[in-house]
C-alpha cells in the first residue's frame, strides 16, 4: 500500500511491527525481503514519487573540511533514494577488505568476506545481472584484451553495470511492494527524532513530520534506519532527548569515521604503441553486459608496501578525437539520434539541434574519428585516476551544525579529512604501475600526484560513497553497530546501509549495501518467526 | 682499437641513438619533455636527427638526471659495462640489434629491480637516464 503522510490524521500514533526509516537502496531491499511476511512494515520516505526541490533541501548541510560536493547534492531524498541516479556499478568488496591490516589503525571487519559471499550472490540477482563471474579472463576478448603485465604485481579487476531500469529500485520494485499485504509505504514523512523509553534500551517510536506541516507519531516493534551514510548519523545525534549526546552515541562514536573513495588524476600514461586495445577498460558490452576493467595492487604488495587500497581507473585520451566527442554538439547530436530511435533521451530537441548547428566543426571531427578508427582511435595518452579507500579515520565526521532545516532540525556539518597514509599510497601505488608498464614494455608513465602528503590536488574529488559514521565492531567503544547491524545498546534499533561499513573498501559501495540488507533481513526474519 | 675524436663522437651518438631507439618510445611521448618550439630550433640546426629521433629531448632528460644526481660516479663505467655485457663492436653493424636488445632487456629489468628515478614525474629505468645523461654531455650544441 502506498499512502501521503498528508493524508494521516493530524498528531495520530500509528502502530506497526517494523519501521524501515528511508526507501534508497537499503529500505527497499529489506521491505521486498519482508513482504508478504507475517507481520506489518511500514516504510517511512522523506520525499515523494519524483525529485522535489524543496525535500532535497532537507540535505543541505555545511562543510569544513576538504572540499565535497554540496550536501544537497550528494544523494537524491526521494522515493527509490540515490538509486534514482546510480550508475549502477558492481564489484564486490576483496577478501583483504574485510581483514585487520596491522598498518591500517582502525582497520577490519567483525567478519570475513565468506560470510557476505552468499548475500552478495543474491544481490546480483535482484540486481538483474547474468554471470556472478569477476575474473577478467572471462571477461575479455582477443579484441579487447588485459594490459600484458610481466608479472601479477598489478590485477585486474571487473566491475559490472546493472542494466537500466533495474538500477532504478524505486520504479523497479514499487509495484511488488505497493502490491505486498503486510507493506504500507508512507511518503513525505520525515522523521524527526526517534524516541525511546526511560531506560534508552528500547526504541518506542519515532516522530514524523512533513513539510506541509503535518504531524505524526509511529510505534513499532523494531526500528531499521536506512537513511545514507550522513543521515543515518544526523538522526541518531538529534535523537538526544534522554541521552543528550545522541542515540547510540555513548561512547562519542556516531558521526566519526565518514569516508568517501577519494578520486584525483594520479598519473598520465604514455602507451609505447598509440594503437594498443585499451577498451577492456572503458565501458563496453560483453555478453549482454556492460563491464569496465579496473587495475589494482596485489594483496600481497598491497601488505609488502603497507598501503591503503588504491584502485586505478584508466581513462584514454586522444586530444583531438576525445574533446570532439565530449563537444555539446556531439553530445546533442546523439541526443537527436536516440530519439529518433525512440529512446527517452532529456532536453529539447530544438535546443539539441540549435547544438549541433553551433557546433558543426566538432561534429564533423568527432565524424572523421568515428568513421576513420571505429573505436581504435589512434591514443595520446591514458589518464589514470587514482581512487583512493582512505584509512578509517576517527577525526572525520559528521556532527551536527548551527543552522537549522525547514523542520526546525540541526542540519548535517562535515568535516571530510584524509591522512597522510592515503596519499601516499596513491603516489606509491601509481609508482609501482609505472614500473610495472615499463618492465611490460607496455610504456612510460608520468607521476602527477605531488610528493606532500600533508596537502591534496586540486581536482581531489569525494565519489558520493557517504561511509562510516555509524561503523560496525563489536565493540562498543570502536563501533556503533555490532556485526548484526543492531546498535550498541539499543535493543531494537537497526541500521542499514553503508554508513555501518567500517572501511570504504575497494568493492562498490551499493552493491555492499544490498548485500547486508539482505543479511540483515534474514536476522530480523528469523527474530520475528 | 683507438677510437679517433670523429670515431668517439659518432659512437656516442650511435650509442645514444640506438638506446634512445630501445626504449621504445613513440615520437609523440618525447615533446612531452621539451617545448616543441626548442625542439624544432635543435633538430633543424643539428645532423643528430638523422641518427637520433629525440636527441634534443634526451639531453634535456640527461641534463635533469646529471643535475639530481651530480656525483653518479657509475655513470662512467656504466658505459663501459653496457657495452662490455653487450659485446658491441661498433664496426660490426649485425651487432647493433643485438645491442639494442641488450638495452632493452637491462630496461625492463632496471624496472623490475626498481632501479628506476623520476625525472619530471616520469618514471624511468636508471639505463634509459643514463644514457640520456651521455647525451647530455657527450654531444655539442650543434653538430658539427
Given at each position: ?8 490524521e ?26 508478504d511476511?507475517?507481520f ?20 543541505d ?86 594490459f ?5 604485481v598489478i ?15 524505486g ?13 504500507t509505504?508512507c ?7 526517534l524516541?525511546?523509553?526511560?531506560t ?43 541521552h ?5 552515541n ?53 601488505r ?18 576525445t ?23 532529456p532536453?529539447q530537441?530544438?535546443e ?6 553551433r ?22 595518452y591514458?589518464n ?8 578509517p ?18 542540519r ?7 591522512t ?10 601509481i ?24 596537502t ?11 561511509i562510516?559514521t ?14 548484526n ?11 542499514a ?7 570504504a ?25 | ?10 659512437f ?31 633538430s ?55 645491442f639494442r ?44
Amino acid at each position: 500500500m502506498l499512502i501521503d503522510a498528508l493524508k494521516i490524521e493530524r498528531n495520530s500514533t500509528l502502530d506497526t511491527d517494523i519501521c524501515i526509516i528511508g526507501a534508497g537502496a537499503a529500505g527497499i531491499i529489506l521491505a521486498l525481503e519482508f513482504a508478504d511476511q507475517p507481520f506489518r512494515v511500514c516504510v517511512l520516505e522523506s520525499g515523494g514519487l519524483d525529485f522535489a526541490e524543496e525535500t532535497q533541501s532537507l540535505y543541505d548541510g555545511t562543510n569544513i573540511g576538504l572540499p565535497y560536493f554540496p550536501l544537497q547534492t550528494a544523494r537524491l531524498r526521494y522515493f527509490g533514494g540515490t538509486t534514482n541516479h546510480w550508475g549502477g556499478n558492481c564489484w564486490p568488496f576483496q577478501e583483504m577488505d574485510f581483514e585487520r591490516c596491522e598498518w591500517i589503525p582502525h582497520s577490519g571487519w567483525p567478519f570475513s568476506k565468506a560470510v557476505i559471499n552468499p548475500f552478495y550472490i543474491r544481490a546480483f540477482k535482484l540486481c538483474q545481472l547474468q554471470h556472478y563471474e569477476w575474473s577478467p579472463a572471462f571477461w575479455s576478448t582477443p579484441e579487447e584484451p588485459v594490459f600484458p603485465f610481466a608479472s601479477d604485481v598489478i590485477n585486474t579487476n571487473v566491475m559490472q553495470q546493472v542494466p537500466d531500469p533495474a538500477k532504478r529500485f524505486g520504479q523497479t520494485y514499487r509495484p511488488k511492494l505497493v502490491q505486498a499485504r503486510n507493506i504500507t509505504v508512507c511518503l513525505h514523512a520525515n522523521v524527526t527524532e526517534l524516541e525511546s523509553d526511560e531506560t534508552g534500551r528500547t526504541i518506542r517510536r519515532v516522530r514524523v513530520a512533513s513539510l506541509s506541516g503535518n504531524r505524526f507519531l509511529l510505534t513499532a516493534k523494531l526500528f531499521i534506519l536506512a537513511t545514507g551514510g550522513i543521515e543515518n548519523a544526523r538522526l541518531l545525534l538529534l535523537s538526544n532527548k534522554r541521552h543528550s549526546a545522541g542515540l547510540g552515541n555513548q561512547n562519542d562514536m556516531v558521526g566519526r569515521f565518514f569516508t568517501d573513495h577519494a578520486a584525483c588524476l594520479g598519473g598520465k600514461f604514455q602507451p609505447a604503441n598509440p594503437t594498443m586495445p585499451v577498451k577492456f577498460y572503458e565501458l563496453h558490452k560483453v555478453k549482454d553486459t556492460v563491464i569496465a576493467g579496473g587495475l589494482r595492487l596485489s594483496p600481497d604488495v598491497q601488505r609488502r608496501e603497507r598501503l591503503v587500497p588504491v584502485g586505478l581507473d584508466l581513462v584514454p585520451v586522444s586530444e583531438i578525437y576525445t574533446a570532439a566527442w565530449k563537444s555539446k554538439g556531439f553530445a546533442s547530436l546523439k541526443a537527436i539520434v536516440n530519439r529518433l530511435r525512440g529512446r527517452y533521451t532529456p532536453g529539447q530537441f530544438g535546443e539539441h539541434l540549435m547544438n549541433v548547428v553551433r557546433d558543426l566543426d566538432n561534429i564533423g571531427v568527432a565524424a572523421y574519428g568515428r568513421l576513420r578508427y571505429g573505436r581504435n582511435y589512434p591514443l595520446d595518452y591514458i589518464n589514470i585516476v587514482v581512487v583512493i579507500n582512505p584509512a578509517p579515520n576517527p577525526d572525520s565526521r559528521v556532527t551536527l551544525g548551527t543552522e537549522r532545516d525547514q523542520l526546525g532540525q540541526r542540519r548535517a556539518q562535515l568535516d571530510w579529512r584524509l591522512t597522510q597514509m592515503d596519499k601516499y599510497s596513491a603516489r606509491r601505488t601509481i609508482e609501482i604501475l609505472g614500473m610495472e608498464l615499463g618492465r611490460a614494455g607496455l610504456g612510460r608513465l608520468q607521476v602527477i600526484i605531488d610528493d606532500d602528503d600533508r596537502t591534496w590536488p586540486h581536482d581531489l574529488t569525494g565519489t558520493f560513497h557517504h561511509i562510516g559514521t555509524t561503523r560496525m565492531n563489536n565493540d562498543p567503544k570502536q563501533g556503533v553497530v555490532a556485526k548484526n547491524c543492531q546498535v550498541h545498546g539499543v535493543s531494537n534499533l537497526f541500521i542499514a546501509g553503508s554508513s555501518v561499513f567500517p572501511s570504504a573498501g575497494s568493492g562498490t559501495p551499493t552493491f555492499l549495501i544490498i548485500a547486508l540488507a539482505l543479511r540483515l533481513a534474514d536476522h530480523i526474519k528469523q527474530r520475528f518467526r | 682499437m683507438m677510437l679517433t675524436r670523429n670515431s668517439r663522437r659518432r659512437f656516442i651518438i650511435s650509442l645514444v641513438g640506438f638506446g634512445c631507439l630501445a626504449l621504445g618510445w613513440p615520437r609523440r611521448a618525447w615533446p612531452l619533455f621539451i617545448p616543441r618550439k626548442q625542439a624544432h630550433l635543435l633538430s633543424s640546426t643539428s645532423i643528430l636527427p638523422k641518427l637520433l629521433s629525440h636527441t634534443a629531448s634526451a639531453r634535456i632528460v640527461g641534463r635533469e638526471y646529471l643535475q639530481g644526481a651530480r656525483h653518479d660516479a657509475n655513470l662512467s663505467t656504466f658505459l663501459e659495462s653496457l657495452l662490455c655485457i653487450a659485446g658491441y663492436d661498433p664496426m660490426n653493424h649485425t651487432d647493433l640489434e643485438m645491442f639494442r636488445q641488450h638495452v632493452q632487456i637491462r630496461i625492463r629489468r632496471d624496472f623490475e629491480q626498481a632501479r628506476v628515478i623520476k625525472i619530471h614525474g616520469w618514471i624511468l629505468s636508471l639505463t634509459e637516464a643514463r644514457l640520456c645523461a651521455l647525451t647530455a654531455f657527450g654531444l655539442p650544441q650543434t653538430w658539427p
